[in-house]
């Protein structure tokens, strides 16, 4: 299948629908049933069971448990580096974002202010910074962790698309990155405001965060906002490393850091595969 003709069908084709079947069955406690799928998925795509804390493919009562396993104690070092990779993953693009655009692949830009759901005000805190974004493989492990330590101060649920997420699409698909559904999630921290968006796709049956659960569904068609610096709300405050959420079946994570001396990992590069606790970037303190 040529690539345009991959990127057509995703216009095409039901991908709500589909997405809620996925997550379906992928949520459902099917015994045997569930357990082979599971077998199938390990084999189909190379899955390392040896890393997971829990190896025993047989103990997974859902897909989703299977999916978002956690890892033995110790598998993800954390480098001494002032961001640390959030996610196992390939890197889609990363650089610097112009003015309020950022790079999404040759002949495609979106706006930051798009991506955060409309929000100019808080866009504006990322002109001229720096931004990430990985994709998760469905080989991947599916829990996102803090790239830094930091304050949780607004999460945003912003409706919109579903196409996959893929290399393929990120060529093909304008703004892809702010038309599909997302999570925003907005942090302080010693180095100044930065912004984790999980990007959902085709399949992902949902988002999740560890403050508060899943997010969606309900799948609405308004943006949704959480304050957490309002009076009586506990803080919410995460140590670099700690896990933040997770995708049930996943996509993407695209990272936004405000303007400064911010120096990536030099061996990083489009295309290359990432681990969680790596270098990421090395961005001193104002």
């Given amino acids: 299948m040529s690539e ?3 990127v057509f069908l995703q ?4 991908k709500q629908a589909l997405t809620e079947f996925g997550s379906h069955i992928a949520s459902m406690r099917g015994g045997a049933v569930t357990t082979r799928i599971i077998r199938w998925f390990v084999g189909k795509y190379g899955v390392n069971m040896a890393e997971a804390a829990n190896p025993d493919i047989g103990s997974y009562p859902t897909f989703n448990e299977f999916f ?3 890892l033995k104690p110790g598998a993800r ?3 001494a580096a002032d961001l640390v990779c959030p996610v196992d993953g390939a890197i889609s693009q990363f650089g610097a974002i112009e003015g309020d655009r950022i790079f999404q692949a040759k002949g495609h830009h979106y706006s930051t202010t798009a991506l955060v759901g409309g929000d100019r005000e808080l866009a504006a805190q990322f002109e001229g910074g720096s931004f990430a974004t990985i994709y998760l493989s469905p080989r991947d492990y599916h829990r996102i962790h803090m790239p830094a330590g930091g304050r949780l101060l607004r999460m945003i649920y912003v409706p919109g698309e579903l196409f996959s997420v893929n290399p393929a699409t990120a060529r093909g698909v304008p703004g892809l990155f702010a038309r599909n559904e ?3 999630c907005v942090f302080a921290s010693a180095r100044g405001p930065f912004v984790l968006v999980l ?3 085709t399949i992902v049956g949902s988002m999740a965060t560890v ?3 899943v997010v969606n569904p309900p799948r609405t068609k308004e943006v949704r906002e959480w304050r957490y610096t309002d009076a009586g709300q506990l803080p919410v405050e995460l140590a670099q490393g700690d896990e933040m959420g997770r995708f049930l079946l996943g996509s993407t994570v695209v990272m936004l850091f405000p303007r400064g001396p911010c120096r990536f990992n030099p061996a990083w590069a489009p ?3 990432v681990r969680l606790g790596e270098m990421m970037a090395d961005c001193p303190a104002p």
Avoid: D, N, S
């Fill in 4 to 6: 345009r003709f991959e």
């Fill in 11 to 14: 216009y095409l084709l039901p």
């Fill in 68 to 70: 978002t396993r956690a």
């Fill in 77 to 79: 070092p954390l480098a």
């Fill in 182 to 184: 997302r999570v925003v």
């Fill in 199 to 201: 990007v959902g796709a």
């Fill in 211 to 213: 403050w508060h659960g």
């Fill in 271 to 273: 295309g290359a595969a």
